[in-house]
């Protein structure tokens, strides 16, 4: 069974930075690709970022360009994403995600498995 869990959220002010982290144990992910999505209150799920397995192609909304770092540890079978200058727009629930593609991509409906979500809070 397929178990994707994140954690790291919390609450910061705005400036600061938090990493979260997504375990995920089940299956093996080589051919996985591997995202990050968040969900405001009232909002649709939005697409944050994205990283290939097996090798490093990584994709990122325009929104977080510059102050967000996906990454991945292979021997883990962990993904996180460090967030710097974290802004009040930033807080959202955020959720990580697999899914069989070799081209990473952010379009939420074709993932396949989703982490329970982790909140985070920035306040300004």
């Known amino acids: 069974q397929v178990q994707l869990v994140e954690s790291g959220g919390g609450l910061v002010q705005a400036g600061g930075s938090l990493r979260l982290s997504c375990a995920a144990s089940?299956?093996?992910?080589?051919?996985?690709?591997m995202g990050w999505f968040r969900q405001a209150p009232g909002k649709e799920r939005d697409f944050v970022a994205a990283?290939?397995?097996?090798?490093?192609?990584?994709y990122y909304a325009d929104s977080v360009k510059g102050r967000f770092t996906i990454a991945r540890d292979n021997a883990k079978n962990t993904m996180y994403l460090q967030m710097n200058s974290l802004k009040p727009e930033d807080t959202a629930v955020y959720y990580c995600?697999?899914?069989?593609?070799?081209?990473?991509?952010?379009?939420?409906?074709?993932?396949?498995?989703w982490g329970q979500g982790t909140q985070v809070t920035v306040s300004s």
């Open positions: 995600a697999a899914d069989r593609s070799s081209v990473v991509h952010g379009d939420p409906t074709a993932y396949d498995y």
């Open positions: 089940g299956r093996t992910f080589n051919n996985y690709i």
């Open positions: 990283i290939s397995w097996s090798r490093p192609s990584k």
